[in-house]
């Protein structure tokens, strides 16, 4: 009995044991020390809802007939507590709750949201921009698209609970930019894997680098990282190296052993020079970019036709030039001919071309190359004249794709030079003494340019 009203008397002006109030205890604390536990901080004049942008709508709490009292709901809940029977509240847990501490005109709070200005701007997507380091993205910015109806929602609700400042985008009224970082980041790191690679096109004397960054522009990256080769943009790459590249059937300054500076021209059978096979060096690019890999060396690839290569001699080639200090010259005007060795005259000869009088015997101007030689050669052939011919020369040095060849023509019994190609000329070779034939064949190595012009 003793210990009960101990209980009693201890409990007279506190709360009972195991009581909580909203989910706070309350146990033996009384009024004074339980009202501290829901104080409030100050009241502000104003509800702030925060924008996306950082920019806040306030909405005054006096427009909206707010206020806030938890006093009067404690109150109610300390009177309630039957302290006679303290005991009882020992073994078993008792949580009261109140509401409408605060209290506010809901449809003004909607009315003041409706007519307050929420600004204009609009979803920007994020994006991919570049740098000197490679790809970044650029975040997403949240407009101001909104459902106005859940956002009053979420408003209330966080009013009710006392929250007088309100982030908008954590109400899920707002939409949502279409294109968020993260649907770039697997894009993002491809690109910039794409964007250390290089490939370097080996052009003789210099080398073409095709960097990673014009790379990227050839690929079209999907969300998830993977990639496909965009072959109109290598294609397009591969046209411009070979308007900076090619050669092939192009008109060339030439100093002339006896006629100084000329300009030899182009013709239907002087091939030499570089041509580069557009579309099998376009394949090539694809290949190697959806392998993602550095390529320090690349061959281009240049036409062919048959055994003939539409090249120049390697060596030979430069920036401004690509007959070089090496090559046989030869005057179809004074049907002489000259072997340049790294600039030095090694050797000369007269020579019988293509006779004039006929359009299909004529030899035609341009630059040619020593591309196949053999001995006890059979020429057999015939022309748009009506002409054939079927004879052997013991030496011959093919120049072009077509059967023209600098060769020995012994039959001539050693008569070279002169106007003889104008009257007896050859049907398009270059007729030569033995010795010459032969020491071109000997001593001129394959793909020598062969400069010819009158």
């Not at 109400?171 to 980041?185: I, K, M, N, R, W």
């Not at 182009?266 to 030499?272: F, G, L, R």
């Not at 030869?330 to 071309?353: A, C, E, H, P």
Request: charged share 25%.
């Amino acid at each position: 009995m003793l210990a009960y009203f101990a209980g009693y008397a201890y409990y007279k002006d506190k709360f009972t044991a195991n009581t909580f109030v909203n989910g706070v205890e309350v146990s033996g604390k009384t009024f004074a020390e339980a009202s501290k536990l829901f104080e409030h901080d100050e009241v502000p004049d104003a509800l702030e809802v925060i924008r996306p942008s950082g920019e806040t709508v306030d909405i005054q709490l006096s427009s909206i007939n707010y206020s806030y009292s938890y006093e009067k709901e404690l109150k109610k809940v300390y009177d309630d507590i039957d302290r006679k029977s303290w005991f009882a509240a020992l073994l078993s847990k008792t949580d009261y709750t109140f509401t409408d501490v605060a209290s506010y005109d809901k449809n003004k709070l909607v009315q003041e949201m409706e007519s307050s200005d929420w600004g204009s701007n609009v979803n920007e997507n994020a994006k991919l921009r570049t740098n000197d380091d490679g790809y970044y993205i650029v975040p997403e910015v949240q407009g101001d698209v909104f459902d106005m109806t859940e956002l009053e929602k979420y408003v209330i609700k966080c009013l009710d609970k006392g929250s007088y400042t309100v982030e908008g985008v954590d109400s899920g009224a707002y939409t949502a930019p279409d294109t968020v970082s993260g649907d770039l980041e697997a894009k993002l790191e491809t690109l910039n894997k794409l964007w250390n690679v290089k490939i370097k096109y080996d052009f003789n004397y210099t080398k073409e680098t095709l960097t990673g960054k014009q790379l990227t522009k050839m690929v079209h990256v999907k969300r998830d990282g993977s990639y496909t080769v965009d072959e109109d943009a290598c294609m397009k790459y591969i046209e411009k190296l070979a308007r900076k590249y090619d050669t092939y059937n192009t008109e060339r300054k030439f100093k002339a052993t006896i006629q100084g500076k000329i300009t030899v021209p182009t013709s239907s059978d002087a091939k030499y020079g570089w041509w580069l096979d557009q579309q099998q060096t376009c394949d090539q690019l694809v290949g190697l970019i959806k392998k993602g890999k550095t390529k320090k060396k690349v061959e281009p690839i240049y036409y062919s036709h048959g055994n003939y290569e539409f090249t120049g001699l390697a060596s030979a080639r430069s920036k401004n030039d690509d007959i070089g200090k090496t090559y046989l010259e030869v005057d179809l005007t004074n049907q002489q001919f000259w072997y340049y060795k790294k600039g030095k005259k090694i050797r000369s000869g007269y020579i019988v071309s293509g006779q004039t009088t006929s359009e299909a015997r004529t030899t035609l101007p341009g630059v040619y190359k020593v591309w196949q030689k053999a001995t006890n050669y059979r020429m057999k052939d015939s022309n748009a004249d009506g002409d054939t011919w079927d004879t052997t020369c013991n030496y011959w040095n093919r120049i072009a794709i077509v059967g023209i060849g600098m060769h020995d023509s012994t039959w001539r019994g050693g008569a070279f030079g002169g106007d003889i190609y104008k009257y007896n000329g050859s049907h398009g070779c270059i007729n030569m003494a033995y010795d010459d034939a032969k020491y071109i064949y000997d001593n001129v190595a394959m793909g020598t340019p062969v400069v010819m012009y009158y």
